[in-house]
């Protein structure tokens, strides 16, 4: 026996370390399964804060799927809405990747319910900022980059925000949300080359013009649909004015049957005009986009003005007058 581990000493020092890793495992597994249990017995009873601690034990000491949508739940439970949308999207995610259908479906399902009730930042990175190796993070967690301008669901009340590169000094500023579904737009400041005293990065060249959804959220017009609808139906009202006045001065047939047909020409113009215009200055608005990019109901809207708002304004000249459409 004694040869035997003078020969083997190797063999028996790998079983050895096998063996403790085994047992190290086992130990972990029993702590995750015993936090976790504990999770959802405090869950039950009500005691949120506990459960959430328990299950990001559980999670810790061995992550899992189930832990990490308990955690969803007992986030939601005491109105921590955006990090419950967070777990529950990492859920699905995890789901979909294990081919597990039916529970991404159910986390994705979860998610799109909280998702109303949290409150929104967009931390908006204007491309001559947008340095090299620049990394995002709001409350330690990263924001990635196809997230920068778009609004993120957030638990209600104030988020720090992080901002560094190799190269910079790293800048950290506060944000509050405003409400459930209300997005607070947060633009970065531009970061200081390191050693420089908190003089500007030196730009070099002027940068080309950002491409569109650079400089904030995606906008949409808050029904496309109704909008385009009142430009026809404009368009149609002043051709029918037009034809109208044709009729008026210079049509065929008897005076009375010319000037009849002129007047009702004018009438359906002027209806077609007072629905068309309407139509195009109430839905030709452009408004933030939702995570979804449908657009946001009217009580989610910014109180600022958004971009591409319709105007229509009289103009009065030596010749004549008219209306000039802006949108």
């Given amino acids: 026996m004694t040869s035997f581990l003078a020969r083997k000493p190797a063999a028996i020092a790998l079983a050895i370390v096998v063996a403790l890793l085994s047992l190290s495992g086992l130990a972990l597994g029993d702590e995750s399964k015993t936090a976790f249990?504990?999770?959802?017995?405090?869950?039950?009873?009500?005691?949120?804060?506990?459960?959430c601690a328990a299950f990001e034990k559980s999670d810790a000491a061995k992550p899992s799927l189930a832990a990490r949508y308990q955690l969803g739940r007992c986030n939601e439970s005491r109105g921590r809405f955006g990090t419950a949308h967070r777990y529950f999207l990492i859920v699905a995610a995890m789901a979909e990747e294990a081919?597990?259908?039916?529970?991404?479906?159910?986390?994705?399902?979860?998610?799109?319910?909280?998702?109303?009730?949290?409150?929104?930042?967009?931390?908006?990175?204007?491309?001559?900022?947008?340095?090299?190796?620049?990394?995002?993070?709001?409350d330690g967690i990263e924001v990635p980059k196809e997230n920068w301008g778009k609004a993120v669901p957030m638990d209600a009340g104030k988020?720090?925000?992080?901002?560094?590169?190799?190269?910079?000094?790293t800048q950290t500023l506060e944000a509050e949300t405003a409400g459930p579904g209300k997005p607070v737009l947060v633009e970065a400041p531009a970061l200081v080359?390191?050693?420089?005293?908190g003089a500007p990065a030196p730009t070099g060249a002027t940068p080309p013009p950002?491409?569109?959804?650079?400089?904030?959220?995606?906008?949409?017009?808050?029904?496309?649909?109704?909008?385009?609808?009142?430009?026809?139906?404009?368009?149609?009202?002043?051709?029918a004015g037009v034809g109208g006045i044709y009729l008026w001065v210079a049509g065929e047939g008897s005076e009375l049957e010319n000037k009849a047909g002129a007047?009702?020409?004018?009438?359906?113009?002027?209806?077609?005009?007072?629905?068309?215009?309407?139509?195009?200055?109430?839905?030709?608005?452009?408004?933030?986009?939702?995570?979804?990019?449908?657009?946001?109901?009217?009580?989610?809207?910014?109180?600022?003005?958004?971009?591409?708002?319709?105007?229509?304004?009289?103009?009065?000249?030596?010749?004549?007058?008219?209306?000039?459409?802006?949108?």
């Fill in 99 to 138: 081919g597990d259908a039916d529970r991404a479906k159910t986390a994705r399902q979860r998610a799109r319910e909280v998702e109303p009730k949290a409150g929104q930042l967009a931390i908006i990175v204007p491309q001559d900022r947008q340095v090299e190796g620049l990394t995002v993070t709001c």
């Fill in 210 to 239: 950002p491409p569109p959804g650079d400089e904030g959220p995606e906008m949409v017009r808050r029904s496309a649909g109704a909008f385009w609808t009142g430009v026809g139906l404009t368009a149609a009202g002043g051709l």
């Fill in 263 to 327: 007047i009702g020409l004018w009438i359906l113009g002027g209806a077609m005009l007072g629905v068309g215009l309407p139509l195009m200055i109430v839905f030709g608005q452009k408004v933030p986009a939702g995570p979804d990019g449908e657009p946001m109901d009217e009580d989610e809207v910014p109180a600022q003005p958004a971009a591409g708002t319709v105007t229509l304004q009289p103009l009065v000249g030596p010749t004549g007058a008219g209306l000039q459409l802006t949108f």
């Fill in 159 to 169: 988020h720090t925000i992080e901002l560094s590169a190799p190269g910079y000094e």
């Fill in 193 to 197: 080359a390191s050693g420089t005293g």
């Fill in 37 to 51: 249990q504990e999770g959802m017995k405090l869950l039950a009873t009500g005691d949120y804060d506990g459960a």
